[in-house]
């Protein structure tokens, strides 16, 4: 039974949270628009929709819905195959009904199949992304649109060349005003009498400040004023005939184009897998450790792009740095992203032009906070788990991908390649010359590895590259623990006439295959094995064909004895993997139970 919340038990902290997430979406939601070559206020009906809407019907405490980076190529892509945005409407229509039969077929189940340390990897990697792409709004650049994720830009630059590309058009009033921002948002929550007043957040004081000072910058006629196009920019009906002109509606003549269907299974699938990422994060971030029905989720994202679609919105997902937003800025329920969807809708019709004051740069030192939060103390948390050289290793292939994506001078890269190359001897030398270097590496890789690959991966291409990469890496520790669980036989430990004894565990799957036949294989000649499956409840098939070929065939090359103890005729159990080490020598002079 699902209990039942009240949405307005914690008010006043959920609507000082849901007034931070407004400021932070509405820039988004703009910026995506705008990447996708959609009308702007698609991307506004999308950010409504998603709080709305997906906000009410979601059993997510602290998720947030909208327009997503992710999804842009896709639009931006689908909208000029199709010929037509309206077209291109009935897509997330029908995309939207796709993630509903995603959900009742509960295919949102397959989220708990994703790594804690990917996902963590995945909010640091965010992380990363967002620090680095808000350094050049917050010093007055703004080539690239707000929101981007990717890390090769529509203005031809990438990631890092972009920053290095600002230095030589900082605007000194945008520095300021970031200053200004970054001093309320640090100060604000440690004086005892301004965390009391919990309906004003500091990211409303810093865009109210922020307004102020521009506003004296442009009065004063100060060369340091920041100009429109550093501005929020959203889009201002003049007329009722305006308001109704941005609507777009779906096209459904075009229900029978074979390329509709195709985006919207695109649009569909990707939504969803970022939508169950997200939710995962989200889950990860909450305090009170709540757990989202993600069944439901995809239901609720299928309503919401449905009525986006008929609306003249964006697809959208549930998305990360908007969730983290809401998580930071103190949300204890989902009715924070149901008055963010709620401000959108009342302040676009209401005070667009007041909206239109608002520096980028103050909403990008919001951003930068968010981006430390998600970044810097997850990579703290991991990098403990490793000597400090591996450590500089991956620092230093970080500065070679760099090098590689950036810098013409091959001695640079050559010389951090070699740095690379001399780390690894040196780790690999150390770990066989000293036991705790070696036991901390061996004992901590498989949470390691993965949570630095998926942020090197999420940084350098995209979000699904990234968590897709940090599951491979994820799924190879698994075989390749399942292969060291198994005990491998070694000659040392045997003595002629001594029985070895394999007992299989309670349930032994096929990811155990490898690990028993390497075993088998390395049983001496002339020995005396007793195989006991009495404890087990369920083989996979393939190692009992693999026990009975050792006992029909390889046995009797090998002159091996072999007593079978335990089978049963039928294993119903769902296979598992298991860690403890079932071989063992016993020797001649013990009897044989």
């Not at 990363?128 to 031809?156: C, T």
């Not at 919001?366 to 430390?372: A, D, H, P, R, S």
């Not at 390691?448 to 999420?458: D, L, N, S």
């Not at 064909?545 to 294993?571: D, P, Q, R, W």
Request: some cysteine; hydrophobic content about 50%; charged content about 15%.
């Amino acid at each position: 039974m699902t209990k039942k919340i009240n949405l307005f038990a914690n008010l006043k902290s959920d609507f000082a949270s849901g007034l931070v997430v407004f400021l932070v979406a509405l820039p988004l939601c703009l910026g995506i628009a705008m990447a996708s070559g959609a009308p702007l206020f698609s991307g506004i009906i999308s950010g409504i929709i998603g709080g709305i809407v997906v906000g009410y019907l979601s059993q997510s405490h602290l998720s947030v819905s909208g327009p997503a980076a992710g999804l842009t190529a896709i639009v931006l892509t689908s909208i000029t195959d199709l010929g037509a945005f309206n077209i291109f409407l009935l897509a997330v229509v029908l995309a939207g009904l796709i993630q509903l039969v995603l959900g009742f077929l509960k295919a949102g189940s397959i989220s708990n199949y994703f790594p804690n340390n990917v996902i963590e990897g995945m909010l640091a990697g965010i992380g990363v992304i967002i620090l680095l792409k808000q350094i050049p709004h917050a010093f007055g650049y703004d080539a690239d649109y707000e929101g981007d994720m990717s890390f090769n830009q529509a203005d031809n630059q990438n990631t890092f060349s972009e920053i290095l590309n600002m230095v030589d058009k900082v605007n000194f009033g945008a520095v300021i005003i970031t200053l200004v921002s970054l001093l309320i948002l640090i100060i604000w929550p440690k004086i005892e009498l301004f965390k009391k007043i919990k309906v004003v957040p500091p990211a409303l004081v810093a865009v109210i400040v922020s307004i102020l000072i521009n506003e004296f910058f442009i009065q004063s006629g100060s060369s340091l004023q920041v100009l429109k196009e550093h501005l929020v920019s959203l889009p201002v009906p003049q007329s009722v005939d305006d308001f109704k002109a941005i609507i777009v509606f779906p096209d459904f003549s075009q229900f029978a184009n074979p390329k509709v269907w195709i985006v919207a299974m695109t649009i569909a699938i990707v939504a969803s897998i970022e939508t169950l990422l997200c939710i995962e994060a989200s889950d990860r971030m909450d305090a009170q450790k709540r757990y989202t029905n993600t069944n439901v989720e995809l239901k609720a994202q299928g309503i919401g792009n449905l009525i986006s679609g008929l609306l003249g919105g964006l697809p959208m997902t549930s998305v990360v740095v908007r969730t983290t937003a809401n998580n930071a800025a103190g949300a204890k329920s989902k009715m924070s992203t149901i008055i963010h969807g709620i401000l959108l809708l009342v302040s676009v019709l209401s005070i667009p032009f007041l909206l239109n004051k608002i520096p980028l740069a103050t909403l990008a030192a919001v951003l930068l906070m968010i981006g430390y939060k998600l970044a810097v103390p997850n990579i703290k948390h991991f990098a403990k788990y490793m000597p400090s050289a591996m450590n500089v290793m991956v620092a230093i292939i970080v500065g070679l991908l760099i090098a590689v994506k950036n810098s013409d001078n091959l001695y640079l890269k050559v010389a951090l390649g070699v740095a690379v190359i001399a780390l690894i001897i040196y780790i690999y030398f150390k770990a066989k010359n000293d036991r705790e270097f070696a036991v901390k590496i061996n004992r901590n890789q498989y949470l390691y590895f993965p949570f630095f690959a998926t942020i090197i991966a999420v940084v350098f291409t995209d979000l699904l590259k990234g968590v897709a990469l940090g599951m491979i890496i994820s799924v190879y520790f698994v075989l390749k623990g399942n292969m060291q669980r198994a005990y491998v036989y070694r000659n040392g430990e045997y003595k002629d006439g001594d029985v070895i004894h394999i007992d299989l565990a309670e349930e032994v799957s096929f990811l155990n295959k490898a690990a028993i036949k390497q075993t088998l294989t390395n049983i001496p000649e002339n020995s005396n094995v007793i195989i006991d499956a009495s404890k087990t409840v369920y083989i996979d098939y393939d190692v009992l064909t693999l026990i009975k070929e050792f006992k029909k065939a390889h046995s009797k090359t090998e002159n091996i004895k072999v007593k079978l103890v335990g089978f049963k005729k039928v294993y119903n159990i769902q296979e598992t993997g298991e860690e403890d080490k079932h071989v063992f020598v016993e020797a001649k002079d013990k009897p044989v139970k």
